[in-house]
């Protein structure tokens, strides 16, 4: 099974960076995912991460550790469409496709 | 492509009845189908998995008899909820996959069960 743990809320102003991070635990890893939701919409695409390092595309940017159980998504030049909750999803092993989400970080963007 | 087309967008259902949620990769074949539901305010639960010509398989607590899935063709899943009870009422979300590693995923449907 897998343990994912990030936080619940976090707030920030127009224009400044924030860093969700995210901790997992998983039985096999292939790599992990970060996803975009509006309130009563779907989850959008942003990153996948395999291997360790930084995966920067445009204001966002993703961090993986795999050997930690660790990463973070960085949210650059914040506008007030980023608010949103943020999803971390680690991708397990030998379930190619099935993603467990965790409970995600709600981005608050304020003027 | 990437688009993943889900109907209905909403529902409204009386309690007892039954009702069928259509997931569709339009310009894409998807070989492996999820269904998701997300209840206000909670992340996604995954309820089932399902790949072209197989049976689903359910995550532990889900009841297969009572969300059937069927995927019948690699564009086409349908959920039916039945006997559905107003504790049902949720987002039901689905995503499809190809052989690119993201998921995407469909517009989502409110199911109210009054």
């Known amino acids: 099974g897998q343990n994912i743990d990030q936080p619940t809320e976090m707030t920030a102003t127009e224009g400044a960076i924030v860093q969700i991070n995210c901790t997992y635990q998983t039985s096999g890893f292939n790599g992990l995912f970060w996803y975009q939701q509006h309130a009563g919409e779907a989850p959008t695409f942003l990153s996948y991460?395999?291997?360790?390092g930084l995966e920067e595309k445009g204001r966002f940017s993703s961090f993986l550790s795999r050997s930690k159980g660790y990463s973070y998504l960085l949210l650059k030049e914040l506008q007030m469409k980023d608010s949103a909750s943020y999803l971390c999803a680690p991708e397990h092993s030998g379930s190619w496709g099935k993603l467990q989400f965790g409970a995600g970080t709600q981005v608050v963007v304020t003027p | 492509g990437a688009v993943v087309s889900q109907h209905p967008s909403w529902v409204i259902c009386k309690s007892g009845t039954s009702v069928k949620i259509e997931c569709r990769s339009l310009?894409?074949?998807?070989?492996?189908m999820f269904w998701y539901r997300q209840f206000p305010k909670q992340s996604l639960m995954l309820m089932a998995t399902s790949n072209e010509g197989s049976k689903a398989t359910y995550e532990q607590g889900v009841e297969k008899d009572k969300f059937l899935i069927n995927h019948a063709s690699l564009t086409l899943s349908t959920l039916t909820v039945t006997s559905a009870h107003p504790e049902d009422s949720s987002f039901y979300i689905c995503?499809?996959?190809?052989?690119?590693?993201?998921?995407?995923f469909g517009q989502g449907t409110r199911l109210t069960v009054v």
């Open positions: 310009d894409f074949q998807a070989t492996t």
């Open positions: 991460n395999v291997l360790d």
């Open positions: 995503s499809a996959r190809d052989r690119r590693p993201e998921a995407f």
